[in-house]
């Protein structure tokens, strides 16, 4: 049974913690826009090549941004106590979770937005498909760094070690996502591990809008296949939280 | 015998990581009383807390809370538990952590403002928690658990290192509570808390020693505080 008012009032006090801290707001909107700003000077002389890798990046920034906020807030709620005090209290599992998401899904609009209007309208970037397929994309990306995040945090026991899940579940997957290779040019072993991972995916579909007039079949399996894992951490992370000891 | 028990406790252990904390602990708390449970610290005190609310699990025994055994989902909403280290958001206000917790407890915006004025927080309640002393911080973790007004409040250790007026001023809302029939189980190891308890629960080593009035506790011992009696009964114990 689902408590909706409990699941929106969760999600108003975290988006609430977070406005007492406006720099954090402020560097979660603000830096996917200066680094991809960053990757059009960069390839200032060369646009082919940031056409090629900004549409990837504004899947993986927010995809990064969000892991880490969601997996410091939710380790914070566990070793903090208020954990213990909401599992006590008649919430549900998946309402505090679904609020995490909403509040933080509230964050990853908001950064898609301003992030692909910037990169579309701004820096330039050339778009064959439809361009708000690459927003809903960045979007998902966002919601799965979240999902992902929640769900780490609960191997962590602090935040020295939360922070280290970056490098270990985030950096891999950026590596061998085909955004430095492309998948077909891998060794096989690594091209099929790529394929088990969900980022892979919402590279792949980024990529599919930036070259293809119509949505393909595949930049539509890539957003399922996205939006399933989203569920699937979600689900795993409300299992991760006990009422007991 | 009148009075129902609000807890009831027979043969209850815990362990924690293979180590016993609890043993073979048999006990009633009785309904719209004060129940002090005292004990040194490291006597198990925090830990038979956590088995009452629910948040530890029991290894053997029986605990009954409310009539429903012990961890029982329907019980989150009748009891209020405040843990030792005040547990509230620290970037949030006093409110806003109120009115949070008090949509979790299906309470009401008014009562959110009744109980600010209960614990004397009306002049922080836009502050900021993380900016609160250590006893106004223990005071947003007791809101937090009247709201609702649960029949069951279990409080570790409420009123350490508050102002003695304060103090006084807690303890004659915890009686004014229990009059309106709410069982309060209140832990300290500070033996002069227990002298404002109706009944007591004496832990240690995870056993109990004394589980009846204090009144009765006093006679038994023929003591006048519950300092010398603790002592006594330990002292007898050792005879028998």
Known sequence: ?245 | MTQAFGIKGSGVSVSINKTPILNDLSFGVRSGSITGLIGPSGSGKTTLMRSIVGVQKISDGMLTVLDLPAGDKRLSYKIGYVTQNAVVYDDLTVVQNLRYFAVLAQSSREQVDEIITKVQLQKQRDQIVSSLSGGQRARVSLAVALLGYPELLVLDEPTVGLDPVLRQELWQLFSTLASQGKTLLISSHVMDEADRCDELLLLRDGKILWNHSRERLLQTTKTDSVGDAFIRIISMKGKA
């Open chain 1, 1 to 245: 049974m689902f408590h909706i008012r409990m699941t929106f009032a969760t999600a108003g006090r975290i988006l609430r913690q977070l406005s007492h801290d406006p720099r954090t707001i402020a560097l979660i909107f603000v830096v996917p826009c200066v680094l991809m700003a960053l990757f059009r000077w960069l390839y200032d002389g060369n646009l082919a090549v940031f056409n090629n890798i900004a549409p990837a990046l504004l899947g993986i920034f927010p995809f990064v941004i969000m892991f880490i906020i969601a997996s410091i807030t939710t380790l914070r709620e566990r070793t903090g106590g208020t954990m213990e005090r909401l599992m006590a209290s008649p919430i549900g599992k998946l309402d505090l979770i679904l609020g995490y998401m909403i509040a933080f899904g509230l964050l990853a609009v908001i950064q898609a937005l301003l992030a692909s209007t910037l990169v579309l309208y701004g820096l330039g970037l050339e778009v064959s498909g439809p361009q708000w397929f690459l927003i809903i994309m960045a979007l998902a990306d966002a919601l799965l760094g979240t999902a992902l995040g929640l769900l780490v945090s609960a191997f962590a026991k602090t935040e020295f070690q939360a922070v280290q899940f970056m490098p270990a579940f985030i950096i891999p997957q950026i590596l061998i996502g085909g955004l430095l290779m492309p998948l077909s040019q891998m060794p096989e072993v690594l091209e099929f591990i790529a394929y088990c991972l969900p980022l892979t995916y919402a590279i792949d579909a980024l990529n599919i809008v930036v070259t293809n007039v119509d949505l393909t079949m595949e930049a539509w399996r890539d957003l399922v296949v996205v939006i399933g894992c989203v569920i699937l951490a979600i689900l795993l992370g409300a299992l991760t939280l006990r009422r007991r000891r």
